[in-house]
């Protein structure tokens, strides 16, 4: 295994009375998008701006590429790229003129032009920042946070407010980020964004983390089961259902069934069972169990209560 | 200090884009000055009080005016940039805390610099050409008081909870300030407790500095009034450093 860039142990933080962090540990992995995710007020946002260095837990210890991130200062904000959540930049400050000042303000510096190039932003380098869209601007914020040709990166609910379109032109760009060989750790509440853009995923609430793995790794673990919905007039359908191997109920509502169970092969075993029984059926559905599933199941409510 | 001055190269152009602050900064004191000045003119004799008043106290109130437009509109950006997380971007790129700070100080100086100049341009027929002062020094003494007025803004900056107020509260706090300062009036004429109020008042200090040099006094004759400034500005930037948020 590669040697972790980042290293979180037992971070606590509060704001008066409320505890935003609370114990707090992970690893991330050199080269790997690593998710931060759980609902607002999970404590994602506070986490990452304690491996910002912009915050300073009052526990624990963190390590970003071997620094201390409060303490280092200049000596880790050149090596790495940051975006904040909701941020904003100057009204009438332009494009062009953001990346080339923040190219001054780093010893070593990718070409702007041609960053701009490849965020799509070359025909808006002279627009004003309050002109650019929302999409045009988390561009903008991204290629702000690569200007320095970072070795980590570190995107706060990147594509929070984007349409769907946006959202996955935004996914595009981060997976570009990693194939340069750079670390991504980035925040979101979306589930599916976690599930389609990371590698490994820490899932957040009340400020803990509750688990870490990969998306596929927290389903297999937390959601084995799979779900087949069947619609179908055949009255002994749900008793042969029920002998199939590994399932553990079937569910009827009129003549839809729901079958469940912790069988990784349940929708081939279905299937085969329909065809041995010449049973005819209206309609077919098989439910994979998502992040989403892992989070209910973890905390007994939804992402969005 | 590194990208000091890249940042407040790119602040003037910002602050130039902005047609109404622009306006409010330079235009403002300009045209009050000739507003005023064609008024008094026409009406003063040489021993009336308004002549009095058109010799010394209009360029005074004035220069005063820029001061405070300055502090009004730094406040304002401190605010807006706070709210928006602009100054905590700034804060997470190796740019110094205090570079970000001192590139504001630096475009309000150059403005009340650019307006100065241009009030003694084109106002020129509104001042006795014989003027004893010297461009120089008044310019001097402005800037100076500005950059000491400036500190109080920051400090307000630190106060406002939110953009909507950094306007208001800075004019609460000037406006009474500059009414005491003896531009209008001398601080003879209040009762004493007043008289001890405007003693701690750095506008009164302000106007002091500007109206001696204005009359041709030297510089040197103003140590006093200085060393205040210095004062006043040191135990704001002390107290603005210690409670200056972020965001």
Partial sequence: MTQPVIRVSGIRKTYGPVVAVDDVSFEVRRGEIFGLVGPNGAGKTTTMECLEGLRSPERGAISVLGLDPFRAGTALKVRIGVQLQEAQLQKRLKVGEALRFWASIYPKTVDPEALLEQLGLREKRNAWFMTLSGGQKQRLFIALALINDPEVVFLDELTTGLDPQARRAIWELVRGIRERGKTVVLTTHLMEEAERLCDRVAILEHGRVIDVDTPRGLVARHCPERVVEVTTADPSARERFLTLPGVEAVDSDGSSLSIRGANANLVADVIQCISRHGIVVTDFHSTVPSLEDVFLRLTGHSMRD | ?247
């Fill in chain 2, 1 to 247: 200090m590194k990208g000091l001055w890249q940042l407040t190269w790119l602040e003037i152009k910002i602050f130039a884009r902005e047609p109404l602050g622009l306006f409010g900064t330079v235009g403002v004191p300009v045209l009050v000055f000739l507003v005023l000045g064609r008024f008094l003119r026409a009406t003063a004799n040489p021993a009336s009080p308004e002549e009095a008043f058109l010799q010394d106290g209009l360029p005074v109130l004035a220069a005063i005016m820029m001061t405070t437009s300055a502090v009004v509109s730094l406040v304002t950006i401190i605010a807006i940039y706070r709210e928006g997380g602009i100054l905590k971007r700034l804060r997470a790129t190796p740019l110094h805390p205090v570079t970000i700070l001192t590139a504001h100080v630096l475009v309000k100086l150059l403005f009340t610099a650019l307006t100065l100049g241009l009030l003694l341009a084109v106002g020129r027929r509104y001042y006795a050409p014989d003027t004893a002062m010297e461009f120089a020094a008044f310019a001097g003494a402005l800037l100076f008081s500005t950059a000491g007025v400036l500190s109080l803004g920051f400090l307000i900056a630190s106060m406002v909870p939110t953009a909507r107020f950094a306007q208001p509260l800075a004019a609460v706090i000037f406006y009474p300030m500059i009414a005491l300062s003896g531009l209008f009036f001398p601080s003879a004429v209040l009762p004493p407790s007043a008289r001890e109020v405007v003693r701690v008042l750095p506008m009164t200090y302000v106007v002091s500095l500007l109206q001696g040099v204005w009359r041709g006094e030297a510089l040197s004759s103003h140590l006093w009034d200085m060393a205040i400034i210095v004062l006043f500005g040191a135990t704001f930037t002390a107290l603005a450093s210690r409670f200056f948020r972020w965001e």
